[in-house]
């Protein structure tokens, strides 16, 4: 997943969210989530990370995309 796709999206997996965005590695990467450095949202057994409040944090231009119904 390049930079330009994660912005496009609601939500990334953690270790997609930590190398895209704070250039870290898979353990790393959910570390930073455990810590609550990287902002979370579990949805049952799954963690992911919602793209928007990291592309804000760094002056990122979020791309949200729009589905037809």
């Given amino acids: 997943m390049t930079l330009d796709e994660a912005l496009s999206h609601a939500t990334v997996s953690v270790p997609d969210a930590g190398r895209l965005f704070f250039n870290l590695a898979r353990n790393a990467s959910y570390d930073a989530a455990k810590r609550g450095d990287i902002q979370t949202i579990k949805i049952g057994g799954k963690m ?9 944090q760094l002056g990122l231009q979020f791309k949200a995309a ?4």
């Fill in 48 to 56: 992911v990370v919602p793209v928007a409040p990291i592309a804000a």
């Fill in 66 to 69: 729009g589905r037809a119904a």
